[in-house]
């Protein structure tokens, strides 16, 4: 028989939960916190805890200037372009598709999200701190607007209805529309006049709305956030984030960060506020010699803070032996679950400038250097105590024969005040110059940073004697050297962390974004929907290279539109399948993109959308044979075209009887009703008279409502005009007023 699947209960799942955050790595403290804390004091240039009063305290800033020397350099790589992402086509099919999602790309990173920025602490989090972290995810947002509409025609309030915004009908208003009531009657009594039987047709009720309603719109975006290390936690066995059983953002939010996340307002307002909050090493370290470090207690519950652990964890949380990822959001240490849902993988991705195999954590840069930056700060120090005690040296004199205030008070012209000869009662004791030690030592040191990092004084423009001293080319091989450090660290940024990151983005993109965007795109603005790229595409992150590579690449650029040149020349000018327009217009968007300007078609128009504005070719000139037989089919034309244009004459002539007929009959009948009328009219009033004399009231009542409908319809006869009995013009005749008095 089999076993039953049994989902955990909330106190296992805690129980779960509480010990793999227990067990993370960077939970509390540890090792890898105090490693973090000292980089980014080496960083800051922060004490070095050594320090002698009275004594030297400078420090040296290697970690900061290599770290600010190699950061230009990584940034420069992958923002020089508009593309630091290309989406590659999977099929021949997908190639016209290609160019929208690699621009719409580009766009959510740069323009919905502040890309330049996130990169910069990205890269940095990484140079300092061994890691830097992304968190990426769909962000959802839901805005209500109030709105009032009047007199909306029926078709108007569906279609205000009839939209993908979810809408509440506040409170809604019937009027009589009475333009369109009017419309019905008069064509109702056109209808009777020509006897036609309305009974079976319905007319719309003619009515208008007023309206108030709520509007709900719901949009969503992808969201990149920027990840402090300290913040990060995951299982101490794990390689990568997606191998990982557990990974977790820890962070403090505020109870009203947690109500305008969804949760239930009862819900956070029980969460246990967190009495032990402590910032963490690297925090410490990071604002220590900032104002306000240390805030007062707040005042108000709703900005009270709470702990928050995001945490996403693989168990067998269904009990079918095979173990999902969930995310679980979770506050208090885990004590009070806020969600519990199947997600697909986790929202971060990580860069290390040097990653260790079969680590998750790399080494930094700032570990490179640190030693290097203590014996520089040492020996510096001491340098400077050296050459103080030089210009100041200590003297030795024989007690009591020198007066010690006279030999303290140090100012020129000074007068020392002795008992014996100078000579005999003081003897200065010279302290031994250390600077022919010292600065060796200093440029050894020096020269051992530049290997470990590859960062040298001719990367950084600083070294005056390299530049002057030797030739362009070994310049420029030297500097080659040097930057291959770099370009690994970017090559290494951009197949790991960059790439994954813009994998997630478009996982997003395709899953969540079912609305139609406007994109720009070669100065021309076309909608896309990228729920349809789904599987169509390979993301591929576009490295860029250095200074000397990059100008290696325009040398080669310049070479082959040479070629391109020639072969085109070769071919008369004209397009072939070996060189065409567009193989040289690609040629110079390299070229230009290379230079460091991103709009290409300021300087060159693509042929494609050339072709489409040029007007169409004109045909070769007609021979004398083909003009004579021109002139032959052009007279035959000429001919067919006035024989129709007689028809067509002739055609109107027979409409233009037709009318004047339909015409006459229409008056004809017009008279025919108006004698009708006002028969029964002067009836109609005969009748009155005699009701009047009578008295009775209630009749009088009726056959005024009956003469008043009667003379409406006089007056709404052929525009108040109805055609002469006698013939005599077309004078109106006066419907007939009746006067009545009680």
């Not at 969503?220 to 997606?242: C, M, N, W, Y």
């Not at 020269?447 to 030797?470: C, F, H, M, P, Y």
């Not at 009887?657 to 009219?681: G, I, R, V």
Request: hydrophobic share 35%; proline share 5%.
């Amino acid at each position: 028989m089999a076993k039953k699947n049994k989902e955990l209960s909330d106190i296992e799942l805690k129980a779960i939960l509480t010990n793999q955050v227990r067990n993370s790595i960077g939970y509390l403290g540890g090792e890898l916190s105090e490693s973090r804390r000292k980089s980014i004091e080496y960083y800051l240039g922060d004490k070095l805890g050594t320090e002698i009063d009275g004594r030297s305290q400078v420090v040296s800033t290697d970690v900061s200037d290599t770290i600010e020397s190699i950061l230009p350099n990584l940034l420069r790589v992958f923002t020089a372009s508009d593309k630091v992402v290309r989406c590659d086509p999977v099929t021949a099919e997908d190639v016209p598709l290609s160019e929208q999602a690699t621009a719409y790309l580009n766009h959510v990173f740069y323009k919905q999200n502040d890309g330049f920025t996130l990169l910069y602490n990205f890269f940095k989090d990484a140079l300092i701190e061994k890691n830097g972290f992304l968190k990426i995810y769909w962000d959802e947002n839901e805005s209500v607007e109030h709105e009032t509409y009047k007199n909306l025609t029926p078709a108007e309030k569906d279609a205000l209805e009839d939209t993908k915004d979810e809408i509440e009908l506040v409170e809604e208003e019937e009027i009589v529309d009475e333009v369109v009531k009017e419309q019905q009657e008069v064509a109702k009594q056109q209808a009777e006049m020509q006897g036609v039987d309305i009974s079976e047709i319905k007319f719309p009720k003619p009515v208008l709305y007023n309206c108030k309603i709520k509007r709900i719109r719901k949009s969503g975006k992808v969201k990149i956030e920027s990840v402090p290390p300290e913040e990060f936690l995951i299982d101490r066995s794990a390689k990568t984030i997606q191998d990982a059983n557990f990974v977790a953002h820890k962070v403090y939010l505020t109870r009203s960060q947690l109500i305008e996340m969804g949760f239930d307002y009862d819900e956070v307002m029980e969460l246990p506020r967190n009495e032990d909050e402590n910032f963490t090493m690297e925090e410490e370290a990071r604002d220590r010699n900032i104002d306000g470090y240390f805030q007062d207690e707040p005042t108000d519950k709703s900005t009270e803070k709470v702990l928050v652990y995001e945490s996403y964890i693989r168990f067998d949380y269904d009990g079918d032996g095979i173990a999902e990822l969930r995310k679980v959001i979770c506050a208090g240490d885990g004590s009070y679950i806020l969600e519990n849902m199947p997600c697909d993988s986790a929202p971060f991705v990580t860069v290390t400038p040097i990653p260790m195999p079969h680590r998750f954590y790399g080494r930094s840069i700032s570990e490179l250097v640190e030693d290097i930056q203590l014996m520089k700060s040492t020996v510096m120090r001491q340098l400077l105590d050296n050459m103080y005690l030089t210009n100041n040296n200590r003297v030795a004199v024989m007690d009591g024969m020198v007066n010690m205030d006279d030999l303290l008070t140090t100012r020129p012209g000074g007068v020392v005040r002795t008992k014996q000869p100078p000579n005999q009662v003081m003897q200065p004791l010279q302290a031994q110059p250390i600077s022919q030690q010292a600065f060796p030592l200093l440029s050894y040191l020096d020269t051992v940073r530049e290997a470990r990092t590859g960062i040298t004084k001719s990367a950084q423009g600083l070294d005056a004697n390299a530049l002057n001293s030797k030739t362009a080319t070994g310049v420029n091989a030297l500097m080659t050297q040097t930057q291959m450090r770099s370009e690994l660290i970017a090559r290494i940024f951009a197949e790991t962390g960059v790439k994954d990151l813009f994998n997630k983005i478009f996982e997003l993109m395709v899953k969540y974004q079912d609305k139609e965007q406007i994109i720009e795109l070669n100065n021309n603005y076309i909608p896309i929907k990228p729920t349809e790229w789904k599987d169509k595409f390979n993301i591929n992150v576009v490295v860029g290279l250095g200074t000397g590579s990059k100008e290696q690449q325009v040398i080669m650029l310049n070479s082959i539109l040479e070629r391109q040149l020639q072969a085109f020349n070769l071919q008369g000018g004209k397009e072939m399948p070996m060189v065409t327009l567009k193989n040289m217009y690609n040629t110079l968007s390299k070229i230009i993109e290379n230079a460091g300007l991103k709009n290409v078609d300021a300087f060159f128009v693509n042929p494609d959308i050339g072709k489409q504005q040029m007007p169409p070719p004109q045909p070769p000139p007609l021979t004398p044979i083909e003009k004579i037989e021109f002139t032959r089919i052009s007279s035959e034309e000429k001919r067919k075209m006035a024989e129709l244009e007689l028809q067509n004459r002739e055609l109107q002539q027979k409409q233009q009887d037709m009318m004047l007929d339909f015409e006459a009959k229409l008056k004809e009948m017009a008279l025919k009703y108006n004698t009708q009328l006002d028969t029964a009219k002067i009836k109609a009033d005969a009748d009155l008279d005699k009701l009047m004399m009578s008295g009775n009231n209630k009749i009088l009542e009726q056959a005024q409502k009956a003469g008043n409908l009667l003379d409406e319809q006089l007056k709404g006869l052929n525009g108040n005009q109805r055609p002469n009995p006698e013939g005599s013009g077309s004078q109106p005749i006066q419907s007939g007023e009746t006067n009545i008095r009680e």
